[in-house]
Nanobody, 114 residues
Framework: QVQLVEPGGGLVQPGGSLRLSCAAS????????MAWYRQAPGKQRELVAS???????NYADSVKGRFTISRDNAKNTVYLQMNSLKPEDTAVYYC????????WGQGTQVTVSS
């Protein structure tokens, strides 16, 4: 059974930082591309950042320079370090694992508000 577990969301003030983590089980983690998506109320789910099996990374323009995605294959975990958070970053953040099959985490709420 594949599980992607995402603790780490919460409430943070504008300008603050937060680190999300996603622990995977039931897959050969090192063979999957990993990504973070987010969905704000009334909006479509969008790609935030991704990292390949070769550790290359890709970011949405809206988060470049503020967010960093990383992966630790020894811990089967992908991280999203979010700095300089803005109210428009408020969303449910989802972990995604993709190879020939795609898996999703349950999502974690991130709220940026004073």
């Amino acid at each position: 059974q594949v599980q992607l577990v995402e603790p780490g969301g919460g409430l943070v003030q504008p300008g603050g930082s937060l680190r999300l983590s996603c622990a995977a089980s039931g897959i050969v983690f090192s063979m999957y591309g990993m990504a973070w998506y987010r969905q704000a109320p009334g909006k479509q789910r969008e790609l935030v950042a991704s990292t390949s099996i070769g550790f290359s990374t890709n970011y949405a323009d809206s988060v470049k320079g503020r967010f960093t995605i990383s992966r630790d294959n020894a811990k089967n975990t992908v991280y999203l370090q979010m700095n300089s958070l803005k109210p428009e970053d408020t969303a449910v953040y989802y972990c995604n694992a993709r190879r020939t099959t795609e898996y999703w985490g349950q999502g974690t709420q991130v709220t940026v508000s004073s």
